[in-house]
């Protein structure tokens, strides 16, 4: 029987036999198994792959990927009340059609030639966030807030030649599990206890563990529980007086009502920009951010590219560029403080056409809305008989802490009584903070109604009785 001719894949380069042979030549290989030697016989797969036929036609294959995001069931499908990290808040049109740009959507990394206007729209990003966070130097987007979060606390330990960081007991556990493998090179976390009425930071406890050893208090306003710290400046001060940095992770869309962290002494700042105009995207979406003063001590630790502004050789005229390359992983390699790699550079256009679109009033409203609606949800909530809400007494800003432990519910089982209802419920918090009891954190943006927290107040009420 004649042997079969080899397939030639439409989707996949270089397959065509002459094509892949003469490669081969080129680098003097005489067939693919060569590339392969060295890796040994036993790691490496043996037989074919089970695979189902191909999809030669653009159409089928098409056909075939709409009928997988199919099976998906989305916060456009359903009424979301689910935060945890990952927000709904709504994305001005202009922020797509921004995004789709051939010039950001299609460009990787390259110069002034051929990334044309990237480097300006990059600055112009850097310099709003900056002035909302109260900051002079801000990265470019690393890969989401909780890689942020670990590259800060790492700098606050190169700054103080000491190898321990103070962080909250609420902090998020999929941030502390990225900060955990950013200190795994000798730099131990600490927990610091939170009060159990109000959720906020327990200074006794920061005072006792302050130590010649600690580099860092972390801490994040509003809280991973949607709390807002109102004891920034006694933490920040605690910390320096120890001769600590203040690190602080926030939530970009509550400074339009909230003092940037500068103004309570923070000495780095990070954070997740997916609030800022990003959709979420199945979870993805995320984009990490870094700012610290412009100063040399500072900027000189910070791990990601810069862009900055200079002026040209003709007058009035100003060109935009990398600043400081010497100190990143680019120019030294393996002797880099830390790693610059691809980065969320799209995201980073993209928040900042949605900081230029809002200005400070569009941010303000923005916060007031938030507040508004969050504080109408938990009246709403708590008139549930068996219901707490708020669980916690500190102000909250867009997510806050109902606990369910005066009913027979579990939290899970309350989910499930909602999703059978059209609507996500609260993340639930029972596996990760046990002491709030049956619990659930809820999240309320500008993306909800009235209507549709009355619906949510109504259906829980069904759920729980």
Known sequence: MPEAPPFVHPYIPNSVPETRAAMLREIGVGDVEELFRDIPAKLRFHGRLDLPPPILDEAGLRRHAEEIVRKNVSCQERLSFRGAGCYQHYVPAVCDEIARRAEFLGAYSGYTYSDKGKYQATFEYQSMLGELIGMDAVTVPTFDGGTASGSAVRIACRLTGRAEVLVPATMSPQRLAIMRDYCNVGISLTPVGFHPDSGEMDLDDLRAKLSERTAAVYFENPSYLGL???????ISELAHAAGAQSVVYVDPSSL????????????????????????????????????????????????????????????????????????????LRGESHDFTGTTQGLWGIVAGVYLALMGPQGMRELGETILQRVHYAMKRIGEIPGVRCPALAATPFKEFVANFDGTDKSVAQINRGLLERGIFGGHDLTAEFPALGRSALFCVTEVHTKADIDRLAEALREVVA
């Open 228 to 234: 807002i710290e109102s004891q920034g400046a006694q």
């Open 256 to 331: 339009g009502v909230l003092a940037p962290p500068a103004d309570y002494g923070a000495d780095i700042v990070c954070g997740d920009g997916q609030p800022l105009g990003i959709h979420m995207l199945f979870g993805g979406g995320q984009f990490g951010f870094i700012g610290t003063r412009d100063e040399e001590r500072y900027v000189m630790e910070l791990p990601t590219l810069l862009f900055s502004i200079a002026p040209t050789t003709t007058k009035g005229e100003f060109g935009f560029g990398w600043s400081s390359m010497e100190r990143t992983s680019y120019d």
